[in-house]
């Protein structure tokens, strides 16, 4: 059974940097398939995919938004996904979450049909404010 457990949130000033961290548990990394990407979803606004990554390599997507201030990261040994943040704005508040499929093959497909993801955690908050 999958479960995903986000960590990292808070509160930032603009131009500032956090890290979210992902640990995921029943995912086979370095398997024939499946990725884990992070979506973010700010109050009013239609829930985004912000980036995903292959299980089975370093292949990543990530959404216009995010490219070149986001990146995002797996370390196998310890069922880690993280999504480094630099250079935030205030458009990047949101309830993040960390997202895992363990059938798909293509990170970007994943990102862009987050309605067939079938496991999710429970989001951790990221508030960027002076």
């Known amino acids: 059974q999958l479960q995903l457990v986000e960590s990292g949130g808070g509160l930032v000033p603009p131009g500032g940097s956090l890290r979210l961290s992902c640990v995921v548990s029943g995912f086979t990394f370095d398997g024939d398939a499946g990725a884990i990407g992070w979506f973010r979803q700010a109050p009013g606004k239609e829930r985004e995919g912000v980036s995903c990554i292959s299980g089975r390599d370093n292949t990543s997507f990530y959404g216009d938004s995010v490219k070149g201030r986001f990146t995002i990261s797996r370390d196998s040994a310890r069922s880690t996904v993280t999504l480094q943040m630099t250079n935030l704005s205030p458009e990047d508040t949101a309830t993040y979450y960390c997202?895992?499929?363990?059938?798909?093959?293509?990170?970007?497909?994943?990102?862009?049909?987050?309605?067939?993801?079938?496991?999710w955690g429970r989001g951790t908050q990221v508030t960027v404010s002076s």
């Open positions: 997202a895992a499929d363990p059938y798909i093959f293509a990170p970007h497909a994943m990102c862009q049909y987050a309605e067939i993801v079938p496991a």
